[in-house]
């Protein structure tokens, strides 16, 4: 107590402009500590090497075709925004992302799924082929489409509202993110069983090193030539067929600039067989990661009931203003996504779909939602600071 006391009255003796200034600095120095230290952990992914820019597929006559360079929407993008920044345009303004050539993209990110890759390309390949393919190219072709809500509905359910956009065709691409099995040979080994066309639109991407499921998907992303771009787990666990619920929810809350996100969600089955047989441990760790969510989140990204399945969709013009602007390759990826879709005033739509419990995840429970939290803290305070901005 008496050196507490000696304490008090020394601070009394000391002239309050000069203990004020010494308590100003004191937080200054602590929120530029802070600030470094964060810039420090904040991840910053690496620029793709020119390695990762080909692809290879399968030829007509069954051979597994030359390095082939990809199509990359976001490097015109940037070299536009570049020149519009060079004569003094900040704004954006005027900048589009080029003409989408098939209707459909499906990103694949795969890590060591030879054992599952299969079963989910298949289910894939069979919608993709049924709903945007040849035969639904003919049946357009052919008039069968109906007037719906001002817009063109054709037979499988999607409302065409821009009949001079692409609204038949699809590609699939497979993005390898440093696998180390036989992913790559079983994707073009099923690529060839299915013959053309569907072996010419499967399209085989192999990171040289693994950047995690966010540095994949975002990698494949910056490639598709859809006007839709949807990203599947290649554990096939997602039901594949409610892709046309996110092609519809997506559709019917775009913008006027055709913007928009659809989510495929889970949460619905909460309660159910699937979500309750799983572990305590596991279901604990989930309610936890979901209230530390609402807590870290933009309004709108917290509202989002279901933010980690993996089943999401994106209009094209949605993408300039979300991928080029990716950090977090890792779990947490999704709700990067969200928050930048969030900020950018893209409307977003969650959508029920059908989902199970696949054997074989990669997930470990705990060190993984440990992993998503800190990285959702530092997501969270990166954005807000300002170590990550729009630029």
């Known amino acids: 107590m008496d050196c507490l006391r000696h304490y008090t009255q020394v601070v009394q003796t000391v002239p309050v402009p000069l203990l004020l ?152 691409l497979l993005v390898s993110d440093g696998s180390t099995d036989k992913t790559i040979e079983i994707a073009l080994k099923f690529a060839r069983a299915r013959g053309t066309p569907a072996s010419t639109s499967i399209k085989v991407i192999c990171l040289s090193e693994n950047r995690g499921k966010g540095g994949a998907v975002t990698h494949g992303m910056r490639h598709v030539r859809g006007k839709y771009a949807v990203f599947a787990d290649a554990d096939g666990a997602s039901k594949f067929e409610d892709l046309g619920k996110l092609v519809q929810a997506c559709q019917q809350i775009e913008d006027g600039n055709g913007r928009g996100v659809a989510v495929g969600s889970r949460a619905h089955l909460v309660g159910s067989e699937a979500v309750v047989k799983r572990s305590f441990l596991r279901n604990l760790l989930m309610h936890s990661f979901h209230i530390i969510l609402r807590l870290l989140t933009p309004p709108a990204t917290a509202a ?60 470990n429970v705990v060190w993984d939602s440990l992993g998503m939290a800190w990285g959702l803290a530092v997501l969270r305070a990166a954005w807000g600071v300002g170590v990550y901005r729009r630029f």
């Open 304 to 363: 989002i009931r279901d933010t980690q399945c993996g089943f999401k969709l994106f209009s094209r013009s949605s993408l300039p203003h979300i991928i080029p602007y990716m950090h977090s390759e890792g779990w947490i990826f999704d709700v990067e996504m969200l928050m930048l879709a969030e900020s950018a005033h893209i409307p977003v739509a969650e959508v029920p779909v059908g989902w199970k419990e696949v054997k074989g995840s990669k997930l």
């Open 21 to 172: 200034t010494f308590l100003l600095s004191t937080f200054v120095g602590i929120g530029v500590l802070l600030y470094l230290t964060l810039f420090i952990v904040a991840p910053i992914p690496r620029a793709p090497t020119q390695a990762e820019k080909i692809f290879r597929h399968i030829e007509p006559d069954g051979k597994i075709s030359t390095a082939k360079q990809l199509s990359c929407w976001q490097d015109v993008y940037n070299a536009q925004k570049h020149t519009a920044q060079r004569k003094g345009d900040f704004s954006d303004t005027g900048i589009e992302i080029e003409k989408p050539e098939i209707f459909m993209s499906l990103v694949i990110p795969a890590y060591n799924e030879e054992d599952r890759l299969g079963i989910m390309l298949s289910e894939a390949v069979d919608y993709l082929e049924q709903e945007y393919g040849a035969k639904a190219s003919r049946l357009q072709n052919g008039n069968a489409t109906k007037t719906m809500n001002g817009g063109q509905k054709s037979l499988n359910g999607h409302i065409n509202t821009s009949p001079t956009h692409a609204s038949t065709g699809w590609e699939v």
